[in-house]
């Protein structure tokens, strides 16, 4: 069966989830959805770089895209500015009828414990109205720390401790708006920028800490620990997304920690360079500039390095890729399950079923 999907933007994300559906044999692309008004009226194709045409416009007319009753909405527009109005935007959909997957925002990942349970309910509610599922995930928060960390459990004896990692070099992301205004790149150290406020760093990937814990039956402490240390830029830094001047933020090292009678039992450890000679005393990837790690201490001790890159070479192209991609993956099962909000605990085996190319 042949699922119709409406892509929800066509930004660093939505263009290669563009790619992906119209990659998969079972998925038809019906609808894509734009915010840019400069975009209205073109090719999805185009706009995904695909260099030809797929005979879909894009339109900013958000009913029209309801009226194709698609079976799956992926949904990748940025959100971490308007969280909430994206909530209801997601909300809308599945009360009207429409699984989605989604990128964010990412608190609903694995929401017990990260958001209020009224919040939690009024989705279960909307979904149930509307007979769709909503599913939150990508690549971090997602597969990264909540599949593949879970899977390697399996092979345990004992369990110390789960510790996930992101370890990458910022310095070709291209999300302006993250690294200047959430993340604080390029900002005077004595300003505390969204993501360090107390307790957001808990709401953004306290999901991550809270579903491993689930996943291993583990009750842990309250509230969540959070450690964050930055650094000042020794010399002027240009990225793609902003300048960091010499004295301002240019690298941060945060960890939210999960413990079990004061024990640390999950941690979630990020380490986030505008430049690959900071700090060396923190730990690198072993190739390349960015990396996913999973660490398991206890019997065995176990470490994965999760790498990846671009056909042309760029970890953070490749980022948005893994993304996207786990998400128009997860599609058919996300239309197949049950109404209402559902995590990666919720789901079968999600595999690339299809995307090999003939010979």
């Not at 909430?84 to 997601?90: H, K």
């Not at 509230?223 to 930055?230: A, G, I, N």
């Not at 997860?330 to 919720?346: M, S, W």
Request: include cysteine.
């Amino acid at each position: 069966m042949v699922l119709r999907v409406v892509e929800w933007s066509t930004g660093t994300v939505g263009r290669h989830a563009i790619a992906g559906i119209d990659a998969r044999p079972d998925l038809e692309l019906v609808g894509v959805w734009v915010s840019n008004p400069d975009k209205v009226g073109k090719d999805a194709g185009r706009l995904a770089d695909l260099g030809r045409d797929l005979g879909v416009l894009a339109t900013n007319d958000r009913d029209a895209l309801i009226a194709l009753k698609p079976d799956c909405i992926v949904h990748t527009a940025m959100v971490d500015d308007r969280i909430f109005e994206a909530l209801e935007d997601l909300i809308y959909f599945i009360e009207h009828g429409i699984n989605v997957v989604s990128s964010g925002p990412v608190l609903l990942q694995f929401p017990t414990g990260v958001v209020p349970a009224d919040l939690v309910e009024r989705v279960d509610a909307a979904g149930k109205k509307g007979n769709a599922s909503l599913h939150v995930n990508g690549i971090d928060p997602g597969f990264a720390n909540d599949v593949l960390p879970l899977a390697m459990t399996s092979l345990s004896q004992r369990i110390d401790q789960v510790r996930c990692y992101e370890i990458a070099d910022y310095s070709t992301y291209y999300q302006p708006v993250v690294m200047s205004d959430i993340f604080g790149f390029g900002k005077p150290l004595d300003e505390t920028p969204m993501l360090f406020t107390p307790g957001v760093l808990s709401m953004a990937w306290g999901s991550v800490v809270r579903q491993i814990a689930a996943g291993l039956d583990l009750t842990l402490d309250e509230p969540l620990v959070e450690k964050v240390e930055r650094i000042p830029a020794e010399r002027d830094i240009s990225t793609v997304s902003c300048d960091i001047a010499e004295g301002t933020m240019a690298a941060v090292r945060f960890q939210v920690i999960g413990t079990v009678d004061g024990v640390e039992r999950v941690v979630l450890d990020h380490i986030t360079r505008t430049d690959p000679t900071q700090r060396p005393d923190w730990p690198t990837p072993h190739t390349g500039d960015g990396c996913y790690r999973i660490e398991i201490t206890g019997e065995p001790m176990m470490t994965v390095d999760f790498t990846h890159h671009g056909e042309h070479g760029d970890h953070n192209v490749s980022g948005m890729i893994v993304t996207a991609m786990r998400l128009v993956n997860a599609v058919e099962a996300v239309v197949a399950a049950e109404p209402g909000l559902v995590t990666a605990l919720d789901l079968p085996l999600i595999t690339g079923r299809g995307l090999i190319p003939p010979a």
